[in-house]
T-cell receptor
Framework: GQQLNQSPQSMFIQEGEDVSMNCTSSSIFNTWLWYKQDPGEGPVLLIALYKAGELTSNGRLTAQFGITRKDSFLNISASIPSDVGIYFCAGQLDDKIIFGKGTRLHILP | DVKVTQSSRYLVKRTGEKVFLECVQDMDHENMFWYRQDPGLGLRLIYFSYDVKMKEKGDIPEGYSVSREKKERFSLILESASTNQTSMYLC???????????FGPGTRLTVL
């Protein structure tokens, strides 16, 4: 079946550093979504991408829908302590959505 | 403020017990989903429902069943709980025309 490869699995960074994570797939998607899960909560949508090549920003977050429709990345600039959590990518084709395994972000004091 | 609520944040059950996890959404969404989340495995879809009384198997339905008698409520049932069903369970809902799934806070289930 379809699978998403999300990397890295976890990251340890210093506050103020930039962060980059990505998802790749062997299948194409019509929509890419990026969610964040705070500790003890359910995931919340950060950014939705609807078109190949689309680059979208939400504050310090920037995400892109890959031109091949098989990949997407998420960048976080100037990380702050509240960025800690698990970030999930999700690819959607018609009614089917598949989630990546998540990138756990740790921020060192 | 839109909301998906789950009946319990933490639950401890014994092997063989029947377990009900309840999820309610107040957004009049047609689609509802149950996932389990395990470290290193991400979110895996157990069951989903497109409408009242409709249900579809997800990727890991074995050992689970669901019930959707009302539009706002989607229940996950573990007929006979086993230790390998210890996990975080997340419910989500989505509108017919939308892409975003709205998640509940999760129920952390421990089966002893």
């Amino acid at each position: 079946g379809q699978q998403l490869n999300q990397s890295p699995q976890s990251m340890f960074i210093q506050e103020g550093e930039d962060v980059s994570m990505n998802c790749t797939s062997s299948s194409i998607f019509n929509t890419w979504l990026w969610y964040k899960q705070d500790p003890g909560e359910g995931p919340v949508l950060l950014i939705a991408l609807y078109k190949a090549g689309e680059l979208t920003s939400n504050g310090r977050l920037t995400a892109q829908f890959g031109i091949t429709r098989k990949d997407s990345f998420l960048n976080i600039s100037a990380s702050i302590p509240s960025d800690v959590g698990i970030y999930f990518c999700a690819g959607q084709l018609d009614d089917k959505i598949i989630f990546g395994k998540g990138t756990r972000l740790h921020i060192l004091p | 403020d839109v909301k998906v609520t789950q009946s319990s944040r933490y639950l401890v059950k014994r092997t063989g017990e029947k377990v009900f996890l309840e999820c309610v959404q107040d957004m009049d969404h047609e689609n509802m989903f149950w996932y389990r989340q395990d470290p290193g495995l991400g979110l895996r879809l157990i069951y989903f429902s497109y409408d009242v009384k409709m249900k579809e198997k997800g990727d890991i339905p074995e050992g689970y069943s669901v019930s959707r008698e009302k539009k706002e409520r989607f229940s996950l049932i573990l007929e006979s709980a086993s230790t390998n069903q210890t996990s975080m369970y997340l419910c989500a809902s989505r509108g017919l025309a939308g892409v975003e799934q709205f998640f509940g806070p999760g129920t952390r289930l421990t089966v002893l």
